[in-house]
């Protein structure tokens, strides 16, 4: 079981994020993640970059579930208004 604090640090360390927000239990997760990396690439590309940096927590069962949401900085500006 992995603490929201440790999902948090391994997605940090391996991308740059102008924000990111998770919740979780210990075993699902949910996330927002906004990053500049993200800029030109499509939602496919955009998870799939999220779930390489995370492959070994999930490939190992420490981490079980995370669903996100990618933005780039503009799109996040852009649905807050």
Excluded: Y
């Amino acid at each position: 079981m992995m603490h929201p604090e440790q999902v948090k640090e391994l997605i940090l360390a391996g991308m740059a994020c102008e924000h990111l927000a998770l919740e979780g239990d210990g075993q699902h997760f949910s996330a927002l993640i906004v990053s500049g990396e993200f800029v030109g690439k499509s939602r496919v590309q955009r998870q799939q970059h999220v779930n390489r940096i995370l492959k070994e927590k999930f490939d190992s069962g420490e981490l079980h579930a995370l669903s996100f949401k990618t933005l780039t900085p503009e799109e996040w500006s852009a649905q807050r208004g």
